[in-house]
């Protein structure tokens, strides 16, 4: 269509040419009108007149670009709404030399941003990190302050990976809590930025804390971080901030950042802390806002991705030659000290626990002479070693085993624990008490001296189906087993 209503003794439009005109990613204008449908229950809008409406996508054209060293994703549970592949994406069109991904306490993002990168035209460099919440000795202390944690290199990387296990295993209260001398403890291969509003650093200048005070606050970071003051229009409405009613006075607060940053020599980096791609995408964060509960979830920060320029216009206060550091030779300095490394290893790397080969081993074996005897039978015998080769061999063992005690440790406390998937057809897992299920071919067992018989020429599908039987040699009854899975 051509956006128009059709008129009178004009032929009615194809739908299924207006359907196949549709491409996805199109951005289109509609008009129509809501009403309830009683046949989907519930309301739909109805379609009058729609228009393709050409998107025009920005571009960086600064000579020397910036990085972005503050961006979230949608793994950034409830809180953005851009994909990793689209910010990838953007920032290689940009012809930016790299940029960081530092979703809220996890590092789900990390493969799908390894996976984007393979398919980028540049050189570009994706900065592996995490936004984290900071708190002191105690982790249960009433708020968390965010902190942003880069990683350098792959011990970096090993870091900030145990640094997400503990935030979530040992110190999870609200969110996934690190303090700040486990940070300390796995600092090697991290670099540790201040972050925004949320950070403790901002926080104290907010606090009006003495410069002694945000001095010795600062120091724990790498680089002081500022942001777009309108980031920051939410502490103008809050009453909790009387002295903060105005641009200028948050202003003040990013001119407060670079002066300590000035003082201790520290770097001072500019970001976008980035929760959608462009501005206009402020209305998908704003419905994940509503929905979780926020008055001023119509009132978005705009907290989209900016260009080189945008960014140099937006701190132009700190006058040309502060911005500039701040906008783009210090966030390209600290990306330098980044290496360039996988967040997955090509190959296949499995756990280690030592002795678990032989673990697994001692365990199969056990268990089978307890149901079969010590001169185990030719087709025990054969399945043992026909599995235990293989699962060995590829570095399996830790995975059985740490299957084998999970299983264990369930049955144990009263949870009974039901197989899936291929575990059904691995006779070891039977052994090792992973599954109930006993995939040898139909037979029958005796609980007290061992005999056993197996039928194997498919005349019985399951144990269950064979007949009851005494054991002829000690007189036992007989237990029915055996599924015949390969």
Not at 50 to 68: F, Q
Not at 230 to 249: E, G, M, V
Not at 347 to 355: A, N, R, V
Request: aromatic share 8%; glycine share 6%.
């Amino acid at each position: 269509t051509k956006g128009r209503r059709r008129k009178s003794g004009e032929p009615e439009l194809d739908c299924d040419e207006v359907m196949a005109a549709l491409k996805e990613g199109m951005t289109v204008r509609v008009q129509g009108s809501v009403r309830f449908d009683t046949f989907m229950n519930e309301y739909v809008l109805f379609v009058n007149s729609l228009a393709k409406k050409e998107k025009k996508s920005r571009e960086d054209h600064a000579e020397v670009k910036r990085v972005e060293l503050h961006a979230h994703t949608t793994m950034s549970s409830m809180d953005a709404v851009v994909s990793v592949k689209d910010l990838i994406k953007t920032a290689d069109r940009w012809g930016w030399p790299a940029v960081a991904v530092t979703d809220h306490g996890v590092v789900q993002a990390f493969p799908d941003a390894a996976k984007a990168l393979s398919s980028c035209k540049s050189d570009l460099k994706v900065i592996y990190g995490m936004e984290g919440y900071l708190v002191q000795q105690d982790h249960l202390q009433k708020r968390a302050n965010h902190i942003i944690m880069l990683a350098k290199n792959p011990n970096g990387l090993r870091n900030l990976y145990q640094l997400v296990s503990l935030a979530h295993l040992r110190y999870f209260h609200r969110q996934p809590r690190l303090p700040k001398h486990i940070i300390e403890e796995y600092r090697s291969g991290l670099l540790i930025g201040s972050a925004c509003e949320a950070g403790e650093f901002i926080r104290a200048i907010e606090e009006q804390r003495t410069d002694e005070e945000l001095m010795e606050i600062a120091s724990f970071y790498d680089y002081l971080e500022i942001q777009p003051i309108h980031n920051n229009d939410f502490l103008k409405r809050s009453d909790k901030y009387p002295a903060i009613q105005t641009d200028d006075d948050l202003i003040q607060i990013n001119l407060k950042v670079a002066e300590i940053a000035g003082k201790l020599g520290k770097p001072l980096v500019a970001t976008c802390d980035v929760h959608f791609l462009n501005p206009e995408d402020s209305i998908y964060r704003a419905i994940l806002m509503k929905g979780k509960g926020f008055d001023d979830a119509e009132l978005q920060p705009p907290l989209y991705l900016r260009t080189t320029d945008e960014m140099l216009q937006e701190f132009s206060y700190l006058g040309e030659e502060t911005a500039y550091e701040a906008v783009v030779t210090n966030p390209r300095k600290i990306a330098d000290q980044i290496e360039r490394f996988k967040p997955i290893p090509d190959d296949l790397y499995s756990p280690q626990i030592p002795g678990a080969d032989e673990e697994i081993r001692e365990m199969s074996y056990k268990k089978a002479r307890e149901l079969y005897g010590e001169n185990l039978p030719k087709i025990v015998e054969d399945r043992l070693k026909q599995e235990l080769k293989p699962i060995i061999g590829h570095g399996f063992s830790v995975l059985y085993l740490i299957a084998q005690r999970l299983v264990k440790k369930s049955n144990d406390d009263g949870y009974l624990v039901g197989s899936r998937g291929s575990v059904g057809s691995s006779f070891i897992a039977t052994m090792t008490g992973i599954t109930e299920v006993n995939p040898l071919p139909p037979h029958w067992r005796c609980p007290h001296c061992q005999y056993s018989k197996f039928i194997t020429d498919g005349s019985y599908g399951c144990g269950y189906d064979l007949p009851d039987k005494v054991c002829p040699v000690c007189g036992t009854s007989l237990i029915k087993d055996g599924h015949d899975i390969p």
